[in-house]
């Protein structure tokens, strides 16, 4: 594998969200999408009336694949090690200690994950900042935007290009229309915010 030149990060550090172009070669975007590893319907928790309630495909109709932190994906991780350290440095200087494993997640045609925020109670507390790289090229499906709020601006950038938000800020998938849309995703782990 060839050695990876440090992207440039756009100049779009508006409303708390910065997109790093390109940290991915289309090839390497394949290979993460291909990772045969066994995927999930994946689920969301809410806490309601005293209780923690599964939320199934009325909340999020999404795919789920763990990435674990072992020798075969090591370029992986420490591609996105890379482009945290750099981004946490230069635009939001938050404590983080950790990260957490990557997950590659599919929304096929329909799929889309409503509006939430990515921090929350228990094993959740701890996110910091969340990160999403784009894997799929975008005329490959319609729909499946990122929308960050309150400022309900599409965040659509190139494949391979890695877009980092604080992980309190609500945010939504739009249902995807025609095709697959793949992403990578992970959070950045610390203290909880005071």
């Not at 910091?128 to 990122?146: H, R």
Request: glycine fraction near 6%; aromatic fraction near 12%.
């Amino acid at each position: 594998m060839q050695a990876q030149e440090t992207p440039s990060i756009q100049e779009s550090f508006l409303g708390n969200y910065v997109v790093m172009p390109e940290v991915f070669s289309p090839e390497e975007c394949r290979r993460i999408v291909y990772i045969n590893l066994p995927a999930a319907q994946a689920y969301v928790t809410r806490f309601e009336e005293g209780s923690f309630n599964d939320l199934q495909l009325h909340a999020r109709n999404t795919k789920v694949k763990s990435i674990p932190q072992s020798t075969d994906y090591l370029w992986l991780y420490e591609r996105v090690s890379d482009s945290v350290k750099l981004v946490n440095r230069q635009f939001y200087r938050f404590a983080i200690d950790a990260l957490t494993d990557l997950q590659v997640l599919e929304y096929e045609n329909t799929g889309f994950y409503g509006t939430h925020v990515d921090v929350g109670t228990g094993e959740t507390s701890r996110r910091k900042l969340s990160m999403v790289v784009f894997l799929t090229p975008p005329q490959e499906y319609d729909g499946g935007e990122l929308i960050l709020k309150p400022w309900f601006t599409p965040v659509t950038p190139a494949q391979g290009s890695v877009v980092f938000f604080p992980s309190y800020i609500p945010h939504e998938i739009t249902p995807v229309t025609r095709g697959v849309r793949h992403t990578l995703v992970t959070w950045m782990l610390g203290p909880c915010f005071q």
